[in-house]
């Protein structure tokens, strides 16, 4: 224990400017709410105003240089030489991709966000009226748009980046590895490396109290449902200390490695979930409407991924669209890393192939039958899901529920779904922030201390309650747009690094000249 307490330091400017950043919203929420809700908003209005149009291009090229990756010559090298072996079987890769992305946000907003669409649609936009045939087939354009290809081009591309970098390019497990081709050996210096990490972490610290914040809501509109209590602040604190105790508890005491069972139960969960939803609802219409909404989206993608509504006075893009691509660019750096590192032995087109096919289909699978269920029920008359949305967002997954034939019983499974789907994914990320905080992590030497993983669990839980304690569910897209921002910046650069990768990657391949990969040690950040 020594040893170890003695070969892992503190990495000063990669854990302060982070950590203290977001403990000031907690701080400042509490001496002075007034003056945090002007900061916060005006700081917001601000991302909204002057970065929307970036954070729109960025998205649509990221899909770009992802497809090109796919189909061109580079899509044919293999990560870690042409004698690497996968280390996962097809399906292990596949439930460990799929677990990684799909978490509990899905949950919260399948069944809400049409809703919301179908409700309040961008009507000085595209001239659709609120509760019409036609604001119901822009509700599921709109989830295809927000939960299929482009998150997943968003993953998928710096997972590719840094998956060639590591093993093949033999450079530091590092987030700065995505992009280094562009940046050169510079990014590995003490500074760059620090600087980069520090960024990654306030993205992913601001993504994790984001989607906390979801199932701080989502789970207590399932108690709300079982229990009669009411939905709101006192008892989103008291699901948030349960889900925080749990997170910390098992990221500080070794049984994190159990979690990854629990992630194979989520996959079953989420399997009779849809089955459920297949059986009970109206398949025929679910998959009717599924139809011509996906021809739709496919029809409208490049005008509906650059959409701003300056012209027509709107912030309706910022407040959906741009925040799903700030959201999902907060987490990519990270969770780009651990899928690049399990990508060993697989070919860059097949990488590509399993998060932008693949697991870009089961989330196209989840919202026909999840999305498509919450519009039915609304249309049929089962339960008025317009009103359940008024009340709040997390009341209508459980309404819509209810409405089904069997409902009330899936109702918990539905909750046990969340809690546990959000445990795991902030176990793991609470684990990888406190690793990025420290120098002397290694595969011999894998653990942080403890009090950075107290630490970083405590500032990301109580910054999720707060912002919806003090903004509502707008909280959750505002602190979105704080980490994505951040994060774009290192999205920027691993496109690039990409697209430098495309044309050149043979000057970066190692093992081209090396014989047989070696086995990978990850290098201590400096």
């Known amino acids: 224990m020594n040893k170890k307490s003695e070969s892992t330091k503190l990495r000063p400017m990669t854990f302060f400017p982070p950590f203290i950043i977001l403990s000031v919203f907690v701080i400042l929420s509490v001496v002075n709410k007034e003056k945090f809700l002007g900061l916060i908003n005006n700081i917001n209005n601000w991302i909204i105003a002057n970065l929307g149009w970036a954070a729109s291009i960025l998205a649509l090229a990221i899909v770009i240089v992802s497809l090109w990756a796919m189909f061109s010559k580079f899509g044919d090298v293999r990560i870690g030489g042409e004698n690497a072996k996968p280390e996962l079987s097809n399906f292990a890769w596949f439930t460990i991709a799929l677990t990684t992305t799909m978490a509990a946000g899905v949950l919260f907003w399948g069944p809400g966000e049409p809703i919301a669409h179908f409700l309040y649609p961008p009507t000085e936009i595209y001239g659709i009226a609120p509760q019409t045939p036609e604001a119901m087939k822009f509700s599921m354009e709109t989830m295809f748009l927000h939960w299929t290809i482009v998150p997943y081009c968003m993953y998928a591309l710096p997972a590719v980046v840094f998956a060639f970098m590591y093993y093949n390019a033999k450079k530091p497990f590092s987030i700065a590895s995505e992009l280094s081709p562009l940046l050169g050996e510079k990014v590995y210096s003490n500074r760059w490396m620090q600087v980069i990490d520090g960024v990654t972490l306030f993205a992913i610290g601001a993504g994790m109290a984001g989607s906390v914040a979801q199932a701080f809501m989502n789970v207590s509109g399932g108690i709300s449902k079982m229990t009669g209590m009411a939905s709101n602040p006192r008892l989103w604190l008291i699901v948030g200390i349960v889900i925080g105790a749990v997170t910390i508890a098992t990221a500080v005491s070794g049984i ?40 739709g989206f496919a029809g409208t993608f490049v005008e509906r991924i650059l959409i701003t509504g300056a012209s027509q006075g709107s912030q309706w893009p910022q407040w959906w669209t741009t925040f799903y691509w700030f959201s999902w660019m907060a987490w990519a750096p990270t969770s780009g890393a651990f899928m690049g590192r399990i990508a060993y032995g697989r070919k860059v087109k097949h990488i590509l192939g399993m998060y932008v096919g693949v697991c870009a289909s089961i989330s196209t699978i989840w919202m026909i039958l999840v999305s498509g269920t919450s519009l039915w029920v609304q249309k049929s008359g089962l339960a008025d899901l317009c009103a359940s949305y008024d009340r709040g967002v997390e009341n209508v997954p459980y309404d819509m529920l209810e409405a089904l034939p069997g409902g009330k019983i899936i109702i918990p ?60 569910i707008n909280g959750v897209k505002i602190i979105a747009n704080f980490g994505g921002m951040f994060a774009a910046l290192i999205m920027i650069g691993a496109t690039a690094s990409l ?28």
């Open 413 to 472: 499974l539905f909750v046990i779904l969340i809690f546990l789907s959000t445990v795991t994914a902030c176990n793991s990320n609470t684990i990888a922030m406190a690793g990025i905080s420290t120098k002397g992590i290694s595969p011999d030497n894998p653990e942080a201390p403890m009090w950075l993983k107290c630490a970083w669990g405590v500032v990301t839980m109580a910054v999720g309650y707060i912002m919806i304690a003090t903004v509502g």
């Open 256 to 295: 994190q490695k159990a979690m990854t069972h629990v992630s194979n139960i989520n996959v079953y969960g989420f399997a009779i979930f849809l089955i459920f939803l297949l059986l009970f609802s109206n398949a025929p219409f679910l998959l009717n409407l599924s139809t011509e909404a996906l021809g």
């Open 499 to 526: 697209a430098i990768l495309i044309k050149k990657h043979k000057q970066f391949d190692k093992t081209l000249t090396d014989g047989p990969a070696t086995e990978q040690t990850d290098v201590a950040s400096k």
